[in-house]
């Protein structure tokens, strides 16, 4: 629905703050004489969204309130237009709920999903955009087992779903943390696996029994001699994530790196951090070369402490701790293959703490398109390349 909110002259471009779920658009009107003085009107896409679970569920149940978001989502200022070709001569076929394009090419036809993570599935909107709330709104996230449940699918379908939507949480940009002023950004790394008591016998290292030898009757008889403790840190084989807070901004970004080493950790430093800022790490050597590439660095040595006036690493400890409660309490076990998506989805749910549950979803609606992962993609069968597309 397209709503006139203001006019102005041209040379005077006014910026109107409106709400969330609201799409600007700006439209030149140059009058019908010469002399006429051009104006600039600006309308609004006022784009229906509910705000709790329980009107998600009854809005988008109805296949009409689906297609109103969509098109909202997708054409804001009304004009339906080819996502192959971009022409706007166009047909819409009701019962095939597709529209058709003059234009020829290969596949002429296209629907709401063509273009998005929804494409080629033939699970319909009504049960998609409610298993995208759910996953976007869920503090610790939701397994697939419980889509499943709640919205009829399989398990298997439920779990392909909700990668599809953790693709488009995925959040990217060129900004970089901290600033030249030296704003504090702090790093760490952190370990994602499970722990080496709950392996299975034969998938333990050798060596590893139990610390304390046992009597006949179930009492400790002493310390066992061939006990040998198990390793943690990056000693051990899981998987290692790289973590950056921003303590200004209250952003945090993450992601699964191949090893902790130094030029992992500088390549991930400085691709993502601006020069100039003040980084608080741990005592980890291989943040010393910090120091010499323009950046104020100070340590906290947890052998010790663990805060030092403003220097400590507590805020992105937080997210590890949340990070890892959704792991544990609600995934369970998650494949090193898949756990970059896994991170994605807390790093997205962390920094849109702060809003609405609207706003957060139709925030995550708003990427969709352009963005494609197929079950071949998800299972490692090709490769993953072509995640994003443009």
């Given at each position: 629905?397209?709503?006139?909110?203001?006019e102005r002259p041209f040379a005077f471009l006014a910026r109107i703050?409106?709400?969330?779920?609201?799409?600007?658009?700006?439209?030149?009107?140059?009058?019908?004489?010469?002399?006429?003085?051009?104006?600039?009107?600006?309308?609004?896409?006022?784009?229906?969204?509910?705000?709790?679970?329980?009107?998600?569920?009854?809005?988008?149940?109805?296949?009409?309130?689906?297609?109103?978001?969509?098109?909202?989502?997708?054409?804001?200022?009304?004009?339906?237009?080819?996502?192959?070709?971009?022409?706007?001569?166009?047909?819409?076929?009701?019962?095939?709920?597709?529209?058709?394009?003059?234009?020829?090419?290969?596949?002429?036809?296209?629907?709401?999903?063509?273009?998005?993570?929804?494409?080629?599935?033939?699970?319909?909107?009504?049960?998609?955009?409610?298993?995208?709330?759910?996953?976007?709104?869920?503090?610790?996230?939701?397994?697939?087992?419980?889509?499943?449940?709640?919205?009829?699918?399989?398990?298997?379908?439920?779990?392909?779903?909700?990668?599809?939507?953790?693709?488009?949480?995925?959040?990217?940009?060129?900004?970089?943390?901290?600033?030249?002023?030296?704003?504090?950004?702090?790093?760490?790394?952190?370990?994602?696996?499970?722990?080496?008591?709950?392996?299975?016998?034969?998938?333990?290292?050798?060596?590893?029994?139990?610390?304390?030898?046992?009597?006949?009757?179930?009492?400790?008889?002493?310390?066992?001699?061939?006990?040998?403790?198990?390793?943690?840190?990056?000693?051990?084989?899981?998987?290692?994530?790289?973590?950056?807070?921003?303590?200004?901004?209250?952003?945090?970004?993450?992601?699964?790196?191949?090893?902790?080493?130094?030029?992992?950790?500088?390549?991930?430093?400085?691709?993502?951090?601006?020069?100039?800022?003040?980084?608080?790490?741990?005592?980890?050597?291989?943040?010393?070369?910090?120091?010499?590439?323009?950046?104020?660095?100070?340590?906290?040595?947890?052998?010790?402490?663990?805060?030092?006036?403003?220097?400590?690493?507590?805020?992105?400890?937080?997210?590890?701790?949340l990070l890892k409660r959704t792991l544990r309490g609600t995934y369970?076990?998650?494949?090193?293959?898949?756990?970059?998506?896994?991170?994605?989805?807390?790093?997205?749910?962390?920094?849109?703490?702060?809003?609405?549950?609207?706003?957060?979803?139709?925030?995550?609606?708003?990427?969709?398109?352009?963005?494609?992962?197929?079950?071949?993609?998800?299972?490692?069968?090709?490769?993953?390349?072509?995640?994003?597309?443009?």
């Amino acid at each position: 629905m397209l709503i006139k909110i203001a006019e102005r002259p041209f040379a005077f471009l006014a910026r109107i703050e409106v709400g969330v779920r609201i799409d600007k658009v700006w439209h030149y009107d140059f009058g019908n004489n010469i002399l006429d003085i051009p104006r600039l009107s600006l309308y609004i896409c006022v784009m229906e969204t509910p705000k709790t679970l329980r009107d998600a569920i009854v809005w988008f149940a109805d296949f009409e309130h689906c297609r109103e978001f969509m098109m909202q989502l997708r054409w804001p200022d009304g004009a339906v237009k080819c996502p192959r070709c971009g022409a706007d001569k166009l047909t819409y076929l009701e019962k095939q709920r597709v529209w058709k394009c003059y234009v020829k090419h290969e596949r002429p036809t296209f629907s709401l999903k063509t273009g998005t993570i929804f494409e080629d599935s033939p699970i319909p909107l009504e049960k998609w955009l409610c298993a995208a709330w759910l996953l976007i709104n869920c503090k610790n996230g939701i397994s697939s087992y419980e889509i499943h449940r709640a919205l009829g699918v399989t398990q298997k379908s439920a779990w392909f779903m909700l990668h599809r939507i953790r693709l488009a949480m995925q959040e990217g940009g060129f900004e970089k943390l901290g600033g030249s002023d030296g704003n504090p950004v702090e790093v760490d790394e952190a370990f994602v696996g499970g722990h080496p008591k709950n392996k299975h016998l034969s998938k333990r290292d050798p060596g590893h029994g139990k610390k304390y030898l046992l009597d006949e009757y179930g009492d400790r008889a002493g310390l066992n001699p061939d006990y040998v403790p198990h390793v943690c840190g990056r000693a051990t084989k899981k998987t290692p994530v790289f973590g950056m807070l921003d303590r200004e901004a209250r952003q945090v970004r993450a992601h699964v790196i191949p090893e902790v080493k130094r030029e992992v950790l500088m390549e991930a430093i400085l691709g993502n951090i601006e020069k100039g800022s003040t980084i608080y790490s741990d005592g980890l050597a291989d943040y010393k070369p910090l120091r010499n590439m323009e950046f104020v660095h100070e340590t906290v040595n947890h052998v010790n402490e663990y805060v030092r006036g403003q220097v400590h690493t507590q805020g992105i400890e937080n997210f590890w701790s949340l990070l890892k409660r959704t792991l544990r309490g609600t995934y369970v076990a998650v494949e090193p293959f898949h756990l970059d998506r896994y991170v994605g989805e807390q790093v997205f749910r962390f920094n849109n703490r702060l809003v609405s549950d609207a706003e957060r979803f139709t925030n995550v609606m708003k990427q969709i398109v352009g963005r494609r992962l197929t079950y071949d993609e998800l299972t490692g069968k090709t490769e993953r390349s072509a995640e994003m597309r443009p």
